[in-house]
């Protein structure tokens, strides 16, 4: 179901269910098995097919990255398309734990990460109340989104992006994004549960390296030995 909706005076070109307004700002507020995005691109920067890809993806991965890891994730979420911004993506940073911040530019010129969107999705299902200490330590934050982007991210092959099958010297568990969801893809393969383990302690504040251990039965430099020894 969708209901697209602008407050904008505008003609209106009727597509079915889609309502096109030719105004500069684009909103549209779509439902989609309990969750419902708000979409806003106050620039109009994102052409239709583009947009498209993104709320598809969106729920796409949300729906069952919040089923796997934290039903009680929000069920309202918002994408903002920021032309101001100069990265790529981000969740939280001001703009709330439910938003996904986008910059247009990066996917004007990179049309096949589209699966960025699953891994921002991600941070909004992970709702850690801390990022980048002890407790929620930043490299396995990324970990895990890069994890779940290769698990329910839908292009990752055409954008050339996957999770690496080699360890390169300077790695190490903590290295983060691909090189530690690799890390963990492999890890929960041996141990199921792992990563779901790992997610929970996380977002209720009692993460310690020890959990590793009473996952796996190895320590955590243990654990990557034998994993960088397998590769
Ligand atoms: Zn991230």
């Known amino acids: 179901m969708a209901t697209w909706s602008r407050p904008a005076a505008g003609t209106t070109v009727l597509l079915?269910?889609?309502?096109?307004?030719?105004?500069?700002?684009?909103?549209?507020?779509?439902?989609?098995?309990?969750?419902?995005?708000?979409?806003?691109d106050p620039a109009d920067a994102l052409a239709a097919p583009m947009r498209t890809r993104i709320i598809d993806t969106?729920?796409?991965?949300?729906?069952?990255?919040r089923a796997d890891f934290h039903p009680g994730a929000p069920s309202q979420v918002r994408i903002v398309i920021d032309p101001g911004y100069d990265g790529i993506a981000f969740v939280g940073e001001g703009k709330g734990a439910a938003t996904i911040t986008i910059n247009?530019?990066?996917?004007?010129?990179?049309?096949?990460?589209?699966?960025?969107?699953?891994?921002e999705a991600m941070h909004i299902v992970q709702g850690y109340p801390e990022y980048a200490n002890e407790r929620v330590p930043g490299w396995l934050v990324e970990g895990i989104a890069d994890y779940a982007r290769d698990r329910y991210g839908r292009e990752n092959a055409a954008a050339g992006w996957a999770l690496p099958t080699t360890v390169k010297d300077g790695q190490n568990f903590d290295s983060g994004y691909r090189v530690t969801g690799a890390f963990l893809k492999w890890s929960?393969?041996?141990?199921?549960?792992?990563?779901?383990?790992?997610?929970?302690?996380?977002?209720?504040?009692?993460?310690?390296?020890?959990?590793w251990q009473a996952r796996t039965g190895l320590a955590l430099p243990a654990l990557w030995a034998a994993y960088v020894q397998a590769r």
């Open 16 to 40: 079915g269910a889609l309502v096109v307004f030719d105004a500069a700002a684009f909103e549209a507020n779509q439902q989609r098995e309990g969750v419902t995005l708000a979409y806003s």
């Open 58 to 65: 969106f729920f796409a991965a949300y729906v069952r990255e």
């Open 104 to 119: 247009p530019g990066w996917l004007a010129k990179h049309p096949d990460d589209i699966d960025l969107v699953t891994h």
């Open 188 to 211: 929960q393969a041996r141990h199921p549960g792992l990563v779901k383990a790992l997610d929970g302690a996380l977002r209720e504040g009692r993460y310690t390296p020890a959990l």
